[in-house]
């Protein structure tokens, strides 16, 4: 009884260790030495930077722009700021500032750049976590690498880029339009995509990864959490950071570090100074030191690899790496090894056909029922909790107690279903169905997702306990546990990491690694005694995190519910509405919208560009506030041969943040210049001949310079632009009295946000 206790203790322990390792567990203190990294130096800057919003033309970005061009001047270097319009892929036109600096190295060689974006989300977002932590993280590691009086062999260039958040523009303006873009041979590049946790290494390459991985290794940082499914995964999705651009415009290599957890904090009024885990910004200073040391007396001239490595991250070993070129030679020779293992404990008697054909039986139970109650379990919460609806991000506040009860859930019904069968003299016939079932997990990663073929690690370690097993009927437990490590060790780090990242619709990640994990802990399992009672104890575990998630679902002022309100007024039909893109309204909105809204106004129909592609739900009539007419002046028409040129000087009449331009497909343009800016033609000499929603660009205005475009149509096109101006002033506007939310709501993520939204139709016949 005492080795099952035991056994039960490493087991718990080897899942804790698997999450504590990932992180730092000390802060360096302020008086830390000079010469290293000290995360509370590094929170002054941070308290500084996130006062207040510092989205791209407001006042505080500017501010925050000072600041950090003062910073880097203390610290001894010569600054530049780069700036001129940009288009990117998203189809957002604006005139970001980039911060840049240079350190000479001691060769004429690539440069190592040290990159993060110092303007926050539009417009409650404070920008703590995304991205002030990563520009504290460099103007700490600077500082500390400065003080060694030491010059590097390689240029060092530092870039805090501008107009991330609206489309990675200042990263676009640098790699296309600046010469220090050539000169530079990798990126570390620092974010964030929530507000704590482990920070992710994800790689940014056009070829294989090789070199990479061979560098990030030597340079040996001491939390590494990398693996090569998460970069796989990666590239799948639709993520991007700044070094997206530099990889596809320029073919620069590098390295991105980012961290996932609290993603509910992801780009809303949550993301403060208080809020951001000082565990997190240590863990992006361990990232930075050794590898700033490392890369900058580094051969950067050659990091182009044609090959791929797998690597993983595990407790002890830090980072393992071994070539793409091994995945199926050891896939095969685990295929080998079982189908002998099986044939030898057949004729040894130790393995019985009958318990390994019984044995399928509950797996496939367990995959079947656990993944159901993934795939279902998201869209049953949302129908008992709609207000979870209000969380785009998809994670809500107490999204972590939802996955340990799915967890602890999907356990128990493992448990239950293979206490069916279990009797500790067919253990080792148990443990063969799940070993075959891993084996073909494995092999359709080998063809389809190479990045994770380390899964085949904790095979290997099955095989191992097979052999045990089918030598040994009473084989030390202790020993059995053990054999456990790796696939604890490795695996268990993603039953967490895939449902806080992509939010908890995809907790069905977390049921179906769950039920696997535990199908190879069947060796250890089968000796148990009691197993229904472990499984009854697992679903009380389960029902009481079901229940403390329900006690926590309600908003507060904790956890504040997201909404959003806008003001939308059209010129055109002389009409006012107010609208909201919230599921579930709330007293403060109800105090605009009623509790009887509309939901079939035009409005619903319009779907601005926006994360998640979110559109408005309820509207509803609203008075006309005196806004003047958007100023329009055609300074130039005129006619050569087949063609039209024109030139308009468009103006709110007020100050405004943001401007779209819209026009459908009937409108043609064979070319088209935004405040000096060329739009590239298509090769059929076409410009916004692919265009979504009749999006033609949102332009986000800076230094308030507002709109002129020059633009050519066929001589005879009637040429029709829906234009929208808004500004974020709905609560300071003078024209309005609508009241400061209560603590207990945040302005919405992602979408239009306490707006006053104006719409003109511009007709040039």
């Known amino acids: ?21 990932l992180l730092p567990s000390n802060i360096s203190s302020i008086d830390a030495p000079n010469s290293t990294f000290s995360t509370q130096r590094a929170l002054i800057h941070l308290k500084e930077i996130s006062k207040n919003p510092h989205y791209v033309g407001s006042p ?42 240079r350190i000479k190295g001691l060769e004429n060689s690539k440069a190592l ?27 700490e590691g600077l500082r500390a690498y400065l003080h060694e009086n030491k010059t590097p062999k390689n240029d060092l260039i530092i870039m805090f880029s501008d107009a991330e958040e609206l489309g990675l523009n200042g990263a676009s303006l640098f790699v296309n339009k600046h010469p220090w873009a050539q000169d530079v041979g990798l990126v570390l590049n620092f974010e964030a995509r929530g507000s ?62 980012a961290f996932i957890d609290d993603h509910f904090d992801y780009h809303t009024a949550l993301d403060t100074y208080e809020r951001l885990d000082r565990n997190t910004l240590e863990h992006q200073g361990s990232y930075l030191m050794p590898l700033l040391h490392y890369f900058a007396d580094a051969n950067l001239n050659n990091l182009k690899s044609d090959t791929d490595d797998i690597y993983f991250n595990v407790p002890l070993f830090k980072t393992v790496t071994y070539p793409y070129s091994w995945v199926f030679p050891m896939l095969i020779i685990a295929i080998l090894i079982f189908i002998a293992l099986v044939f030898y404990g057949i004729n040894k008697r130790t393995l019985n056909s009958k318990h390994i054909a019984i044995g399928f039986l509950p797996g496939i139970a367990a995959l079947i029922i656990n993944g159901g109650i993934g795939y279902f379990g998201w869209k049953i919460l949302t129908t008992i909790y709609p207000q979870y609806n209000e969380i785009l991000q998809g994670f809500t506040y107490n999204g ?52 994770a ?33 790796p696939a604890l060790l490795i695996l268990s ?16 990640a977390t049921t179906i690694l769950v039920s696997l994990i535990f199908s190879l802990c069947i060796g250890v399992f089968g000796f148990y005694r009691y197993k229904n009672r472990w499984s009854y104890i697992l679903f009380i575990l389960a029902f009481c995190c079901f229940v403390s998630a329900h006690l926590n679902a309600d908003f507060n002022e904790e956890h504040p519910k997201p909404n959003s309100l806008v003001y939308y007024l059209d010129m055109d039909k002389n009409e006012a509405i107010w609208t909201t893109y919230d599921k579930v309204l709330d007293p403060w909105t109800e105090a605009y919208l009623t509790d009887s809204p509309d939901e079939n106004h035009d409005i619903s129909k319009i779907t601005f560009a926006s994360k998640y592609n979110t559109n408005f739900t309820y509207s509803k009539k609203a008075n006309i506030k005196p806004f003047k007419e958007t100023y329009v002046d055609i300074q130039k028409d005129t ?14 009449q007020r100050v405004v943040n943001r401007m779209d331009l819209y026009a459908d497909s009937t409108n043609v343009f064979t070319s088209f210049n935004v405040n000096g800016l060329e739009i590239e033609k298509n090769k059929a000499g076409f410009v916004f001949s692919e265009r979504e929603y009749n999006r033609l660009f949102e332009y986000y205005v800076v230094d308030n310079k507002f709109l002129e475009i020059e633009f050519s149509v066929p001589k005879n096109q009637k040429t029709t632009f829906t234009f929208y101006d808004m500004s974020f002033d709905l609560l300071d506007n003078d024209l309005f009295r609508v009241e400061e939310r209560p603590n207990e709501m945040i302005p919405k993520p992602f979408v239009i946000n306490d707006a006053v939204l104006l719409k003109k139709t511009i007709v040039i016949e």
Request: aromatic share 14%; glycine share 8%; net charge positive.
């Open 400 to 451: 972590t107690t939802y996955i340990l009860a799915f967890s602890l859930l999907s356990a128990a019904i493992c448990m239950w279903l293979y206490n069916k069968v279990y009797k500790p003299e067919n253990t080792a016939s148990l443990v063969v169905p799940p070993l075959f079932l891993w084996l073909v997990i494995c092999g359709v990663i080998a063809f389809q997702l190479k990045g």
């Open 1 to 21: 009884m005492l080795k099952k206790v035991f056994s039960i203790i490493l087991i718990i322990a080897a899942i804790y260790w698997s999450f504590s390792a």
């Open 113 to 139: 750049m040290l990159l993060s974006h110092y303007d926050s989300k539009s417009h409650a977002s404070l920008g703590a976590s995304d991205a002030g932590s990563g520009v504290v993280t460099i103007l």
């Open 639 to 652: 006619i050569i041969g087949e063609s039209r040129y024109l030139k308009l000087f468009i103006s709110p």
């Open 60 to 101: 505080d970005h500017e501010r925050v722009k000072n600041y950090l061009v003062k910073a880097l001047q203390d610290l001894g270097l010569e600054t530049e700021i780069q700036e001129g319009y940009i288009l990117t892929d998203w189809g957002t036109i604006t005139k970001p500032k980039n911060i840049l600096a």
């Open 453 to 485: 073929s380390f899964f085949i690690i904790p095979v290997y370690f099955g095989l191992i306990s097979l052999f045990v097993l089918v030598r040994q009927k009473h084989p030390s437990l202790i020993l059995m546990t053990f054999l456990l490590f």
């Open 196 to 257: 704590g946790g482990p920070s992710y290494m994800l790689m940014e390459t056009n070829g294989g990864n090789k070199a990479l991985i061979s560098g990030f290794k030597a340079a040996n940082p001491q939390y590494p959490v990398a693996n090569s499914l998460a970069y796989s995964v990666y590239k799948k999705l639709p993520n991007d950071t700044d070094l997206t651009r530099f990889r596809e415009d320029g073919n620069i290599e590098g390295f991105n570090f």
């Open 493 to 508: 780090p993603f039953v967490k990491m895939f449902p806080v990242g992509l939010g908890l619709k995809t907790i069905i």
